[in-house]
């Protein structure tokens, strides 16, 4: 016989977690279960005809593809960037903004903004400052520069996304970066002044030391962000010009619904869902072993 | 890619779902209130917006002569077919769902009732049920013969003392130095759209005549290759063309900003088609524009205009609105209304016999060229499923100066090859 208060805890469990737990299970593992199933396929997403093919498409993946890896390349490329781009830029925004400024909670707000702003807007705003933006700012200025073709060259192309995604995430990791520095005791960072410790010196040897579970935080969310890049990159060039910005995800839905191969497509998701999994525990592990305590 | 919410369990839920937020679509069904005895609610989901006020017209007027049906349509231009394909698998097929005709026939024969003995098919010229007829079997309902090759500002050539049309690639060239020596841009590039590249590709790859259905089954069974036909590739020589003396950034033009710069005058010619003709007239009413036939290389002869009829409605077979979906089609090739929706509504010709011509300057110089000039099916529909789109990409990375033209040779002919093997 079950005791009657641990009876009493499995209702609980069951009454709070239960709905939860049926919902993501529903939601998230169920699909993806059906998506293992799927990435054995040969279907077209449409047709009433499934055909069961083992392990084919993923003999195709490794053996003869030629925009999975090129695509992954460029993500891991984008993902090494941008995780640096946005976390130099949201430490540093944080650290000069938790300075007793004025104007320090306009200034959050406003590099706060971009960030509830839907992907897809920011990308149509900004395609249109790239391409027509620039246009009359060169006309009207003669600066070179903005003649460029920002989403039209291959090499700047990249740039130009790189840097539209860290304007847009800079001001949300931010806010994690300014949590993490006020929760710094004070009498820590009086105990360095006295000891002497200023500028970099106290920066490096107590502020970051202290930030680090912020910074396994916002690492972790950076990355797993830039690896599955989509919207912005959708918005903006469609993985143009020609294939030299198609993250792995837009590969993935280029394959299922430009191609029609919606089971290899699938293969091709799994596959890329062990990448980010491997990934962002082996990080996650790492920045974790660094963490100190105040 | 919600798969990724298994790490929210790091105590980032929270925090997480922001990031997650800016992916939602929405989709709403609307059934008809109470199953009376009649009252029933057709649902159309489709693209081409630029349908969106005449089509919206016609329902009407047919939910004015049918009080019991009415009509829940959505219109939705980019990611058409992802939506859908969503639709689709989750069981919420629309009663009419548009596609396109010849490969997209096959693609969605699951799905699509077969019209080939009904009443309606009769009244619907015989030239538009080519690309939508699947082994005999008539699977869609086309509704629009469209045209596209360069459309040219008749204005502008005038001024530059453009008296003969070009018709080979070295009279486009001539022609275009002399708007130059004007001082007027030849070519307004919306190369940011693959669309626009595939289309210019199968403008070069038509004239090559002969039997479609035997040269592209031999370049599917490798017997032949894309490269190998020899009017095709002067899609590079046509393309350097139109750069030379193109807008600026033509990768970042997109349609929208194609079609500015033409209907402003700010260029003298843009590869379209007759959908764009609204567009233009909206922008500049008084403009005065045409058809060229599209130059493709060094033969008059070979130039021509490419015309068929790509848009077509399908009939879910396994509607319950069925019966009543098939009397609308009907009604649509027999009553007025319904003869003057393309026409009249969106200024394109129709594909119902006895329906009023539009009064479009494109139309007209379509209907001039299907009587006396040459014309052209849309070759494409002999493509493999997803080779419009990576062609056009393959064009953009020669344009982008990536890929050099046998590169880009290599790669058209590469993804044929794979995307034919996909296939089987």
Not at chain 1, 68 to 85: D, E, G, M, R
Not at chain 2, 239 to 263: R, W
Not at chain 2, 286 to 305: E, H, Q, R, S
Not at chain 2, 316 to 322: P, V
Request: charged share 20%; proline share 3%; glycine share 6%.
């Amino acid at each position: 016989m079950v005791g009657s208060k641990s009876r009493k805890r499995l209702l609980e469990l069951l009454v709070f977690a239960g709905p939860a737990v049926l919902l993501i299970f529903i939601a998230a593992e169920l699909p993806f279960l059906m998506s293992i199933y799927y990435s054995m396929t040969k279907w077209n997403g449409i047709s009433k005809h499934i055909t069961f093919t083992g392990l084919r498409n993923f003999r195709e993946l490794f053996t003869d593809d030629s925009t999975f890896f090129p695509s992954l390349w460029f993500t891991f490329k984008y993902t090494f960037f941008n995780v640096i781009a946005t976390n130099v830029a949201a430490i540093l925004l944080a650290l000069g903004l938790s300075k007793a400024l004025k104007t320090a909670n306009v200034l959050r707000a406003v590099f706060f903004v971009p960030n509830i702003v839907s992907l897809v807007v920011i990308g149509f705003v900004w395609k249109f400052i790239f391409s027509l933006g620039t246009t009359s700012l060169y006309e009207a200025t003669g600066w070179g520069f903005l003649e460029w073709s920002w989403l039209g060259s291959i090499k700047l192309a990249f740039s130009s996304v790189l840097m539209v995604s860290v304007w847009q995430a800079v001001g949300f990791y931010m806010m994690i970066y300014i949590t993490g520095l006020s929760s710094i005791p004070d009498d820590i960072n009086e105990a360095a002044e006295l000891d002497g410790a200023r500028g970099f010196r106290k920066f490096f040897a107590i502020t970051l030391p202290l930030l680090m579970p912020s910074f396994t935080v916002a690492m972790f969310m950076s990355l797993a962000n830039s690896l599955k890049v989509f919207d912005i990159i959708y918005t903006l060039t469609f993985g143009g010009p020609g294939d030299s910005t198609r993250s792995l995800s837009l590969d993935i839905y280029t394959e299922a619904f430009v191609n029609n191969r919606y089971g290899y497509a699938t293969a091709k998701s799994i596959v890329f869902v062990l990448i980010v999994l491997i990934i962002t525990v082996v990080q996650v592990k790492f920045f974790k072993s660094k963490e100190v305590e105040a | 890619m919600s798969r990724f919410k298994r790490f929210g369990s790091l105590a980032l839920a929270a925090t997480l779902t922001v990031g997650l937020l800016s992916a939602c679509g929405s989709s709403n069904k609307d059934e008809a209130a109470g199953d009376g005895n009649k009252d029933v609610t057709i649902s159309i989901l489709q693209y081409a917006p630029e349908m969106s006020d005449a089509l919206h017209a016609m329902t009407d007027a047919y939910t004015k002569e049918h009080p019991n049906v009415k009509f829940d349509i959505t219109i939705h231009q980019d990611d058409y077919f992802t939506l859908l394909k969503t639709r689709i698998n989750s069981g919420d097929v629309p009663d009419i769902f548009m596609t396109g005709a010849y490969n997209d026939i096959s693609t969605y024969q699951d799905y699509s009732y077969d019209m080939t003995n009904e009443p309606f098919m009769k009244n619907i010229v015989d030239t538009a049920k080519t690309g939508v007829t699947l082994d005999g079997k008539v699977l869609g309902f086309p509704l629009v013969l469209q045209a596209h090759s360069f459309i040219y500002n008749k204005d502008l050539f005038a001024q530059a003392g453009i008296t003969e049309l070009p018709k080979t690639l070295s009279e486009l060239d001539a022609a275009a130095q002399k708007l130059k020596d004007k001082g007027i841009t030849a070519f307004a590039n919306g190369y940011k759209e693959w669309w626009v590249l595939e289309q210019t590709f199968t403008q070069t790859m038509a004239p090559v005549g002969g039997d479609y259905q035997q040269l592209f089954a031999d370049i599917n069974d490798k017997k032949k290759k894309v490269s190998d036909i020899p009017d095709a590739m002067n899609i590079f020589d046509l393309l350097d063309i139109t750069t030379k003396y193109g807008n600026a950034k033509p990768l970042e033009t997109d349609f929208n900003t194609q079609v500015s710069l033409f209907a402003q005058g700010k260029a003298a010619m843009m590869h379209q088609g007759t959908w764009a003709e609204d567009a233009v007239l909206k922008l500049n009413p008084n403009i005065k524009m045409g058809f060229l036939a599209g130059p493709v290389g060094t033969d008059p002869a070979k130039a021509g205009l490419m015309v068929d009829s790509n848009i077509t409605y399908r009939a879910n077979k396994d509607s319950k609105n069925l019966q009543e979906v098939l009397k609308f089609f009907d009604w649509m090739t027999t009553s007025e209304a319904g003869k003057n929706f393309i026409p009249v509504g969106t200024k394109q010709i129709s594909t119902v016999a006895g329906a009023p011509f539009p009064e479009a300057q494109l139309a007209n110089e379509t209907n001039e060229f299907l009587k006396n000039g040459v014309t052209y099916p849309w070759v494409k529909g002999y493509w493999p499923d997803g080779y419009e789109q990576q062609a056009g990409q393959i064009l953009q990375k020669y344009l982008a100066g990536a890929l050099d033209r046998d590169g880009a040779k290599a790669e058209l002919d590469k993804t044929w090859n794979k995307l034919v093997d996909a296939k089987q």
